[in-house]
């Protein structure tokens, strides 16, 4: 009867208290939550649960993902509404609540989504469309990936993806090396300097595969437009250099089908497909942070093993794993390592 009442008294003052009306088609969950949730309430951010009926679900606010695990209660425990009269009614019961465990986002899938509907250049795309119900927006990417809304962005700056009508569509690595090794060469050839890349020039000078889609990724991935003259860009020196690391590393495993390359000999080549002139032995070691692990071995010749920390396990200890195998000695400098540890070891050690 939910019209019952229960008389509580306190020594002092005797309190009513009564069922709602609606008491047992209520669905309650409870989640035991930490300030950082509690401020994204009070704040008014977007706070949600993601999952599949085939995956353990997930929580996230804005910034932050957590697990979700169900722990069950010893009693039955009854809610109450504060009131500010002697009656208090019951709004509902519960015999368990979620406990929520702060996890590194589950970025992984992202490029299995998006790789569905890469866009491989203007005459595949014309010859074979992509159907619309099969391309992904950053909305629908957020309900299908297990990772917070910033975790996302994070993931998606080191893909090489543009939006195209609204859409995200991936870049196939091959594609977008391509240009940037053909952007560099005809960089050198006309002895252009970096901050003053003409986008129309670069059409003009590149072969007729040229696609102006991915060239302008390219290009926004090294610098920035001007702000009057926007097919005018100013290329950042690191940037430059890194990808051309990445570029020459990419074709060298493809032919050589193998990703250690001694030191020496990889600086040399370096510094010769480089539009710009610096001391390459004294800056490898900032500028491969992240791409290219040197590996230092008393039976071999110094050799750099090409690494790409955004191709690999989001997981620590898969990670260290992948580290290790690059050297049966185990022999690496701190600071060697550090580019590859960061971020997991700190959601590691707020377990």
């Known amino acids: 009867n939910m019209k019952q009442q229960i008389f509580v008294n306190t020594g002092e003052v005797s309190n009513t208290v009564v069922f709602s009306t609606d008491f047992t088609s209520k669905d309650i969950r409870l989640f035991e ?32 993902t957590y697990s979700i695990k169900k722990v069950e209660t010893s009693n039955t425990s009854l809610i109450v509404s504060p009131s500010s009269s002697s009656v208090f009614t019951i709004d509902g019961k519960f015999c368990n609540y979620y406990e929520l465990k702060r996890i590194t986002g589950r970025i992984e899938r992202i490029q299995e989504i998006l790789k569905q509907t890469e866009y491989k250049g203007k005459l595949i795309e014309e010859t074979y469309p992509p159907k619309n119900e099969e391309l992904v927006t950053f909305s629908s990417l957020k309900n299908l990936v297990q990772a917070s809304e910033a975790e996302i962005v994070t993931a998606l700056a080191t893909l090489n993806i543009v939006e195209m009508n609204g ?12 240009h940037a090794e053909a952007l560099f060469d005809v960089i050198i050839e006309n002895g252009w300097r970096i901050d003053c890349i003409n986008e129309s020039l670069c059409m003009n000078s590149m072969s007729k595969d040229c696609d102006i ?5 390219v ?30 590393f ?39 942070r992240g791409i290219a692990l040197k590996v230092t071995e008393s039976t071999k010749v110094p050799y750099y093993h090409y690494l790409p920390v955004e191709q690999m396990s989001k997981q620590l200890s898969s990670r260290l794993q992948q580290l290790f195998s690059c050297s049966p000695q185990r022999q690496f400098r701190l600071e060697d390592l550090e580019p590859y540890l960061e971020g997991l070891v700190a ?3 707020m377990q």
Do not use: M
């Not at 926004?220 to 990445?246: P, Y």
């Open 219 to 248: 290009l926004s991935s090294l610098g920035s437009s001007n702000e009057k003259e926007t097919s005018i860009w100013t290329l950042d020196r690191d940037k430059v250099l890194r990808l051309l690391a990445h570029v020459l």
């Open 33 to 64: 939550i930490n300030d950082e949730i509690l401020k994204s309430i009070n704040s008014g951010d977007q706070i949600y649960i993601v999952g599949e009926k085939k995956q353990d679900a997930v929580f996230c606010t804005k910034n932050t």
């Open 250 to 288: 990419y074709i060298h495993v493809r032919d050589s089908s193998t990703n250690q390359w001694p030191v020496e000999d990889f600086l040399t080549y370096w510094s010769i497909k480089s539009p710009i002139s610096i001391n390459f032995e004294s800056s490898a070691d900032f500028l491969l």
């Open 347 to 349: 959601v590691e050690q």
């Open 213 to 217: 889609v991915v060239l302008r990724r």
């Open 167 to 178: 859409y995200i569509r991936l870049l196939p690595q091959s594609i977008y090396f391509e």
